[in-house]
């Protein structure tokens, strides 16, 4: 019930191509749904986020897609860039987050 | 507007003994969450203060406690340290209203190598 489920755990991405990365949840009492990036030596840094009574919120390069019937939600990175390699985690939470294990994203220059 | 401020940002202690971690969140903040983040087990909750109480618990040992001060400053201490304490320390802080998790922000985090 408390899991978030991510995938992948690694992805290669070329410069200006798209990175999808998925997420899964379990508890349907979640309500809040944010990605994070984290670079090396840092903490995660919120990207962007979504509610569960929006099917998609997009911020600059950054989309999440939502669908609550599925429970799944995942984060598009359009036209990536090298800067943009880091991990990105997933989360979902009402008082506390409950994380995703991660994606370690590289753009290739 | 100042972040979140762990400190230290390295430690290295020994089996058995304990270590105190300290979180300044962003003014205005009164909720101080913290969390593990180790390569095997990734992000996960310790514990949540707010107004100097200790609001939501994770499922971590008694060994790991924590605590806030009246401006919001909260330390986390960990006794009797194992090889397994080994982690990044994050804390992260929040307004701590009804939608406690929206602005929540994280620090750099204390880096803890137990040998």
């Known amino acids: 019930q408390q899991q978030v489920k991510q995938s992948p755990q690694s992805l290669i991405v070329q410069k200006g191509g798209i990175s999808i990365i998925n997420c899964a949840y379990e508890n349907t009492a979640f309500d809040y749904f944010p990605w994070y990036q984290q670079f090396p030596g840092k903490g995660p840094a919120l990207l962007i986020a979504?509610?569960?009574?929006?099917s998609e919120k997009k911020e600059g390069r950054f989309t999440i897609s939502f669908n609550k019937s599925a429970k799944q939600f995942s984060l598009h990175i359009m036209d990536s860039q090298p800067g943009d390699s880091a991990t990105y985690f997933c989360?979902?939470?009402?008082?506390?987050?409950?994380f995703g294990t991660g994606t370690r994203l590289k753009v290739l220059a | 507007k100042a972040g979140v401020t762990q400190t230290p940002r390295y430690l290295i202690k020994t089996r058995g003994q304990q270590v105190t971690l300290s979180c300044s969140p962003i003014s205005g903040h009164r909720s101080v969450s913290w969390y593990q983040q180790t390569p095997g087990q990734g992000l996960q909750f310790l514990f949540e203060?707010?107004?100097?109480?200790?609001?939501n618990k994770g499922n971590f040992p008694g060994r790991f406690s924590g605590r806030q001060f009246s401006n919001s400053r909260s330390e986390m201490n960990v006794s009797t340290l194992e090889l397994g304490d080994s982690a990044l320390y994050l804390c992260a802080s929040s307004h701590g209203g009804p939608k406690n998790l929206y602005g929540y922000t994280f620090g750099s985090g204390t880096r803890l190598t137990v040998v």
């Open positions: 203060y707010f107004s100097e109480t200790q609001r």
């Open positions: 979504i509610r569960p009574d929006v």
């Open positions: 989360a979902a939470g009402t008082y506390k987050y409950i």
